[in-house]
């Protein structure tokens, strides 16, 4: 069955660096786009990023346009989200998704505080 597993969240002070991985398996990886989402206590689901099944082509949200970066492995049937100059509104859980069904992760918990 498709798992999607996050990994790499963790409390960094305003200005740090997170990476996060979602290892997949269940599904042929290569065949997907992928997207990560974030969820702020007491706020909606949102997302983040977006990344082709190639990897050739990537979307953001604004708010984290030129900070965000999502890439992924195919070979390794995982993809990341570097995230730099992290702000304190980063705060989330944050969840990786495969495209074209309910599929999610577990999330992993980013917190941005000093």
């Known amino acids: 069955q498709v798992q999607l597993v996050e990994s790499g969240g963790g409390l960094v002070q305003p200005g740090g660096s997170l990476r996060l991985s979602c290892a997949a398996s269940g599904f042929t990886f290569s065949s997907y786009a992928m997207r990560w989402y974030r969820q702020a206590p007491g706020k909606e689901r949102e997302l983040v990023a977006t990344?082709?099944?190639?990897?050739?082509?990537?979307s953001y949200t604004d708010s984290v346009k030129g900070r965000f970066t999502i890439s992924r492995d195919n070979a390794k049937n995982t993809v990341y989200l570097q995230m730099n100059s992290l702000k304190p509104e980063d705060t989330a859980v944050y969840y990786c998704?495969?495209?074209?069904?309910?599929?999610w992760g577990q999330g992993t918990q980013v917190t941005v505080s000093s």
């Open positions: 990344i082709t099944s190639a990897g050739g082509s990537t």
């Open positions: 998704k495969r495209t074209n069904g309910p599929y």
